[in-house]
């Protein structure tokens, strides 16, 4: 059974930090991993998608990893800003065709100015 | 603009009364899921559909119904709600399956008293 984790729970850094943000999963047969943002009570807005072919992806300030064999992803984030205040979480499809993600409990980011 | 939409954003309804939810994607896609969010749950996905009049059961189907008559349409209806309803819903759509980008509508904050 897939099971995703991420660490850590909760950060907190000043702004203009680089950070990394953890994932990792269970199963290494993954067609892909995304990543979201969650603002408070919102929706998710994907990131970055990585296909299990890639070694990372980047849009921006951010910049996704892949290693399947290791089962774990990171995102980091450079130069942060307040405006990136949010949750972030993590998803791997599961392994039956259901179109359903399993997701990490995420990681709380809250960057101070 | 590519979008999944819902609506109502937010409801406060009483136990026992009917309601529905809807949803719906603009980017012709087959594959739609409705999952709910609570606090230290996470994301669970109710029911999916892969196809207009395919639908089957997610992790957590017990009080919900969907149905699929449309491809840009899939409502998640309440027959009976109760308390342990009260939850953060989310609608998501993919081209198809779990190996494609997964994008989601805004929410739908469901309060049942």
């Known amino acids: 059974k897939q099971e995703v984790t991420q660490i850590p729970a909760a950060l907190s850094v000043p702004e203009g930090e680089n950070l990394v943000l953890n994932c990792s999963f269970t199963?290494?047969?993954?067609?892909?991993l995304q990543w979201f943002r969650q603002d408070p009570g919102k929706g998710l807005t994907s990131l970055l998608l990585?296909?299990?072919?890639?070694r990372e992806q980047t849009s921006g300030r951010l910049n996704a990893s892949l290693d399947k064999s290791s089962g774990r992803s990171t995102l980091y984030i450079a130069a942060s800003q307040p405006g990136d205040s949010a949750t972030y979480l993590c998803?791997?499809?599961?392994?039956?065709?259901?179109?359903?993600?399993?997701f990490g409990q995420g990681t709380t980011l809250q960057v101070k100015p | 603009e590519a979008q999944v939409t819902q609506n109502p954003r937010y409801l406060i309804t009483v136990t026992g009364k009917k309601l529905t939810v809807t949803c719906s994607q603009n980017?012709?896609?087959?594959?739609m899921s409705w999952y709910r969010q609570d606090p230290g749950l996470g994301l669970r996905q109710i029911y999916y559909?892969?196809?207009?009049?395919?639908?089957d059961k997610g992790d957590v189907p017990e009080g919900y119904k969907v149905s699929r008559k449309e491809k840009r349409n899939f409502p998640l209806i309440l027959e009976s709600p109760s308390p342990n309803q009260t939850s953060l819903y989310f609608c998501?759509?993919?081209?198809?399956?779990?190996?494609?980008?997964?994008?989601f509508g805004p929410g739908t904050r469901l309060t049942v008293t």
């Open positions: 998501a759509s993919s081209f198809a399956g779990g190996q494609y980008e997964q994008y």
């Open positions: 199963d290494s047969a993954i067609y892909n």
């Open positions: 990585i296909q299990s072919s890639q």
């Open positions: 998803a791997v499809p599961g392994s039956s065709n259901t179109g359903k993600l399993i």
């Open positions: 980017m012709n896609h087959e594959y």
């Open positions: 559909s892969m196809n207009v009049e395919v639908t």
